[in-house]
Nanobody, 129 residues
Framework: QLQLVESGGGLVQPGGSLNLSCAVS?????????VGWFRQAPGKEREGVSC????????HYAESVKGRFTISRDNAKKMIYLQMKNLRPEDQAVYYC?????????????????????WGQGTQVIISL
């Protein structure tokens, strides 16, 4: 079965940067997995941050992170990355990696959380001086 494990969270100052990783295992392989990064703050719903199609050719970002976050994937390493720059206090949350398995009939990928069936355990990002 498909499994995802996040890592890289920690404490960072406002304006700082942090890189998150999501290791993918199981399933039918990276070419069959679309991935989204989501985050959830206390008392709030899990919201989409960024997502990337199985091919890597289609990417989406929430408006709140455009220009600051970059999603990428390395299928050979079975890894998904989220590079976060210019972090703001509002970015503080537990970040989750979500997976959706194909087959895919297009390069479609979505930030709708219900599109994803498999989740990692989450990694906490704290923004503080």
């Amino acid at each position: 079965q498909l499994q995802l494990v996040e890592s890289g969270g920690g404490l960072v100052q406002p304006g700082g940067s942090l890189n998150l990783s999501c290791a993918v295992s199981g399933g039918r392989g990276m070419n069959y997995v679309a991935v989204g990064w989501f985050r959830q703050a206390p008392g709030k719903e899990r919201e989409g941050v960024s997502c990337i199609s199985s091919s890597g050719n289609t990417r989406h970002y929430a408006e709140s992170v455009k220009g600051r976050f970059t999603i990428s994937r390395d299928n050979a390493k079975k890894m998904i990355y989220l590079q976060m720059k210019n972090l703001r206090p509002e970015d503080q949350a537990v970040y989750y990696c979500g997976g959706r398995e194909g087959p895919f009939y297009s390069d479609y990928v979505s930030l709708r959380r219900n599109e994803y069936t498999t989740w990692g355990q989450g990694t906490q990002v704290i923004i503080s001086l």
